[in-house]
């Protein structure tokens, strides 16, 4: 059985990091090959499929929250 986590099924998740933001409430990013996902202390979340690395997916969603002032 696959699990997933937010929108991406696990098994293609490289990188998985929590930040903080501004209020102190943690941010997931989940991160692979084929696109990136946020996931957010309220349980909502937000994704995008993107076929590059999984670093540089990562940094596409770290960007997404800094544009939207989150962190």
Not at 22 to 45: C, R
């Amino acid at each position: 059985m696959k699990r997933f986590m937010g929108m991406m099924p696990s098994n293609e998740v490289e990188i998985i990091k929590s930040i903080k933001d501004k209020d102190g409430k943690e941010i997931t990013i989940e991160s692979g090959k084929n696109g990136w996902t946020i996931l957010y202390a309220d349980s909502s979340s937000h994704y995008q499929d993107v076929e590059s690395t999984a670093e540089e997916n990562f940094k596409r969603a770290l960007g997404r929250l800094k544009s939207h002032g989150l962190i």
